[in-house]
């Protein structure tokens, strides 16, 4: 009898053991689902609250269009920072940024599909301004350019790429995004970062870049005789004084500019504008002391603002 009993009461103690185990594994399971499931309302309520800070953004851009059709420049209220916006739990900000402003990649070819030789010109100047030589021109061409063939002695195809570690192959289309410059010859390492502030991947490859907005170094890239210092002073008096160019030959006809090269006139005439097409807005959402970042790609056209690209990595 009290053999029996004994075995009863360990009978019904593993049996608690076991319920106390598997209730424990629901309430952590539950747990985990809970926590999943505020992580996805989370991202979600963040994006949400991206597309409608971009939705700002792309407003702001369709107002300045009205307050503002003939030019853009630094000034404007669209190239002030967003204030941190406050929502529940958290906040908004964010900025925009010119794209028009920088040398798009893409230009290196004309509609038609062939190599715009001034443009190239233009930005092998670039290259050598930043410290990269001219050369590697002709890889950043092959990489979009639809043949095998190397341009030259810096050129690089697929041959090339596929004997790296890891191999890969050359795109031979247009640049989709100024990160895949990594992946070509010459732009190895710490070289691409020497070049992102001032190329673009803008989609139309007749883009002019707003010289209202573009880094000094690219106005002086544009001769060799012109000093990046002295137009970076001459931008820096434009501000101060509320000031901007209203055309091309606004710049042209500075001390800096009225005695450069007549080829090298033609090239800005023909490259530079005084208004912009193509921005990056650049979002942060706080929430629940997390930062979630989305970059969103507007294109300004007709008095209409469109996304054609969005990035969730942050910048």
Known sequence: MKQQKGIALITILVMVALATILAASIAKRQYATNENTAVLMRQNQALNYAKSAEAFFSELLIQDT????NTDNLQEVWAKPMPAF?????????????????????????SDGKVDEENKAYFERILVRVGLPAEISQAVIDWQDQDDIPMGAMGAESNYYNGLQPPYSAANRPFFSVEELKLVRGFEGGKYDLIEPYVSALPDVSTKININTAPALLLA?????????QVAILQKQKLEKMENFNNVQDLLVTDLFKS???????????????????????????LSQRNR????????????????????APF
């Open 66 to 69: 009205q307050n503002s059709p």
């Open 86 to 110: 406050p929502v529940e739990g958290g906040f908004i900000s964010g900025t925009l940024k010119d794209e028009s402003g920088k040398f798009n990649l893409n230009s290196l070819f004309t």
């Open 221 to 229: 890239a544009l001769d060799p005789k012109v000093d990046v210092a």
């Open 260 to 286: 450069i090269e007549p080829a090298n006139k033609a090239i800005a005439e023909k490259a530079f504008d005084v208004r912009s097409n193509y921005f990056k807005a650049e979002i942060d959402v706080a």
């Open 293 to 312: 970042q989305m970059s969103s790609y507007l294109m300004r056209k007709n008095n209409q603002v469109t996304v054609y690209a969005r990035s969730l």
